[in-house]
């Protein structure tokens, strides 16, 4: 593989380090002006000015050259919350959440989570790939390098199998890293609604062990919600998953305290997601445990809901914050992390640089990958956006618009405004 210089940057802006960002540090973003960026062998090698890059390393003359054409640089983005293996569609029940029905009235009349599930027990592996190939796309268009995929619209022992199989067949398909997530505890199916306890059982003692077995997934989630999974009912689970190797998250506190914070924080996970509903002791615990909040302010916005998550709060208090887009077919139907930014610079209050660090390295430190992505630093993986902007502040300034303008995956320029350049991954 030959080096790749990016040259011509107006700016590099970047989080530093390997951990998640909290506090005052979150918003610590390092910027660099009229910048370089040398890619050999899959990582970073060199950040800094072209006068810096040719004291230390010269002319390079053999470098592939890619011009930055006064754009801003910053790390790959990271989605570590998304549902991508499903299959079917949900719009009629967005048109009746338009005339005013809410998502719980409508999941309680047999949509919602189940109807997606209906669908995707239906379709084949194959049918699940085909299904999810055009969704990476869009997320590479839009600078996601890395995402999480869980299951949970299978729901039993072969439909969750099916759907993680399909995850692990697309991620060779398209050069997306995928990190699958097992979450097989996403709502009680309906052949066990008269018996939830059963249906517990075979999460924990037979498709969590099974799922491990046949290395299929990193993470185990649940949803801790009322009128779900309670506290204690998640915390069976998450157990069950951390014996079986599978590392805990959790959908927490999302349209009601359910506990789901102070669960996260007490067994440590690696993220409490969504938390619109969460109370100041939960946001004080997820603090003192330094699990990442890891919000989806997309579901707020497509749900038209009036509660959105306490992100200036949990800054303040120390949580550190990520953001995803949490891309499923019926609360959060994107996969534009540039979108999920701008949303959380005007509805959630974060600052500019709050919110890169949020989808780049506290999203990655998240799904235990801070020591490989997230930063542009020597040494890490060369997973690199250029956006056409002259500085940071345009991911938000400019709104409405998808701002990369190229992709770098792993030192190889991938893709270029709207032409993909490498398919498949080697």
Request: charged share 25%; glycine share 8%.
């Amino acid at each position: 593989m030959r080096d790749l210089l990016i040259t011509d940057l107006a700016e590099i802006a970047t989080p530093l380090g390997t951990t998640s960002r909290r506090g005052r540090d979150q918003g610590a973003v390092s910027k660099v002006r009229d910048g370089e960026i040398l890619c050999r062998d899959g990582r970073i090698l060199f950040v800094g000015t072209r006068a810096e890059r040719e004291a230390t390393l010269g002319e390079l003359p053999d470098a592939e050259r890619l011009d930055g054409r006064r754009g801003t640089a910053v790390p790959g983005f990271v989605d570590a919350h998304t549902h991508l293996p499903w299959a079917g569609s949900r719009e009629m029940e967005f048109a009746q959440r338009l005339a005013g029905r809410s998502y719980e009235e409508i999941a309680a009349a047999g949509g919602g989570i189940l109807s997606t599930v209906r669908s995707t027990r239906g379709a084949s592996r194959d049918e699940l790939v085909a299904a999810m190939l055009p969704r990476l796309e869009r997320m590479l268009a839009c600078g996601t390098t890395t995402a999480e995929a869980k299951s949970g619209y299978g729901l039993s022992l072969p439909d969750e199998l099916r759907q993680l199989e399909a995850i692990r067949a697309v991620a060779r398909l398209q050069p997306v890293e995928l990190v699958p997530t097992l979450l097989a505890a996403h709502e009680v199916p309906a052949e066990h609604r008269a018996d939830r306890e059963r249906y517990l059982r075979e999460v924990c003692e037979e498709i969590i062990p099974s799922v491990a077995a046949a290395g299929l997934a990193r993470f185990c989630d649940v949803f801790c919600e009322q009128g779900v999974f309670s506290a204690a009912e998640s915390r069976r689970v998450l157990a069950a998953g951390s014996a079986h190797g599978l590392l805990p998250r959790l959908h927490a506190d999302e349209f009601a305290d359910s506990g789901g914070a102070a669960l996260a924080a007490e067994l440590g996970a690696w993220s409490a997601d969504h938390l619109m509903a969460v109370s100041e002791p939960g946001i004080e615990a997820l603090a003192a445990a330094g699990v990442t909040a890891l919000l989806l302010p997309g579901t707020s916005f497509f749900l038209r809901k009036k509660a959105w998550a306490p992100a200036r709060r949990m800054v303040e208090a120390g949580v550190p914050v990520a953001l995803a887009t949490d891309c499923n077919p019926g609360s959060s139907n994107t996969e534009s992390l540039p979108c999920i930014a701008q949303l959380a610079v005007f509805e959630l209050g974060l600052t500019i640089e709050e919110v890169l660090t949020a989808v780049t390295l506290n999203a990655a430190a998240s799904l235990a990958l801070g020591e490989e992505i997230g930063s542009l630093e020597p040494g890490k993986r060369a997973d690199v956006l250029v956006l056409d902007a002259p500085n940071l502040l345009h991911l938000a300034y400019h709104y409405g618009v998808n701002p990369v303008r190229s992709v770098v995956k792993a030192g190889r320029e991938i893709y270029r405004a709207g032409n993909l350049l490498l398919a498949h991954r080697d």
